[in-house]
T-cell receptor
Framework: DAGVIQSPRHEVTEMGQEVTLRCKPI?????LFWYRQTMMRGLELLIYFNNNVPIDDSGMPEDRFSAKMPNASFSTLKIQPSEPRDSAVYFC??????????FGDGTRLSIL | AQTVTQSQPEMSVQEAETVTLSCTYDTSENNYYLFWYKQPPSRQMILVIR??????QNATENRFSVNFQKAAKSFSLKISDSQLGDTAMYFC??????????????FGKGTHLIIQP
């Protein structure tokens, strides 16, 4: 059974460029979460979806960040324009009902 | 807002010893979940153990057990017979129980556990 799949695993881009991170949740999971991990702030919840509908986006840092879930098997987190302070590891996680969340391997994003 | 505090940035023990990682949290809710996640250098986030706040009995998973003190809002993780593979960052996390559905996790800053040979 495949786990949560994130792509790319690493992304290096220049400031000002648009960045798109992708996530495929585990089949049958109706919740999807995006987290960000930095040395300074640790792991933070950015946004989560239930049945493809955004439930809580209060953790999204600013308007440069947006997330979508067009269907049950795909979500994107977009940063436009990117800034060096967006450099972090971004995790996607999914779960069913109130079961524990399963995490993807994360995307390490570096903005130069 | 809920907060999770891990007061030990780093710990180091010898292989085969028992080690306890501390975690305290703050919440006004009565029904919630507590978790310990392990993050090895590969950066995967691996669930170690989960505790439901309404359950009195402490959760156990093989060499891993918790000491859950609800009144004190304390949730420590004990690792028995520690192994080299236990070397990792350990994160304590909190999640509200919301109508049978899921909620986002609030994480502590983590404890870097090093198991020495």
């Amino acid at each position: 059974d495949a786990g949560v799949i994130q792509s790319p695993r690493h992304e290096v881009t220049e400031m000002g460029q648009e960045v798109t991170l992708r996530c495929k949740p585990i089949s049958g999971h109706d919740y999807l979460f995006w987290y960000r991990q930095t040395m300074m702030r640790g792991l933070e919840l950015l946004i989560y979806f239930n049945n493809n509908v955004p439930i809580d986006d209060s953790g999204m840092p600013e308007d440069r960040f947006s997330a979508k879930m067009p269907n049950a098997s795909f979500s994107t987190l977009k940063i436009q324009p990117s800034e060096p302070r967006d450099s972090a590891v971004y995790f996607c996680a999914s779960c069913r009902d109130n079961q524990p969340q399963h995490f993807g391997d994360g995307t390490r994003l570096s903005i130069l | 807002a809920q907060t999770v505090t891990q007061s030990q940035p780093e710990m180091s023990v010898q292989e085969a010893e028992t080690v306890t990682l501390s975690c305290t949290y703050d919440t006004s809710e009565n029904n919630y979940y507590l978790f310990w996640y392990k993050q090895p250098p590969s950066r995967q986030m691996i669930l170690v153990i989960r505790q439901e706040a309404y359950k009195q009995q402490n959760a156990t998973e093989n060499r891993f057990s918790v000491n859950f003190q609800k009144a004190a809002k304390s949730f420590s993780l004990k690792i028995s017979d520690s192994q080299l593979g236990d070397t990792a960052m350990y994160f304590c996390a909190y999640s509200l129980v919301s109508g049978g559905g899921a909620d986002g996790l609030t994480f502590g800053k983590g404890t870097h556990l090093i198991i020495q040979p």
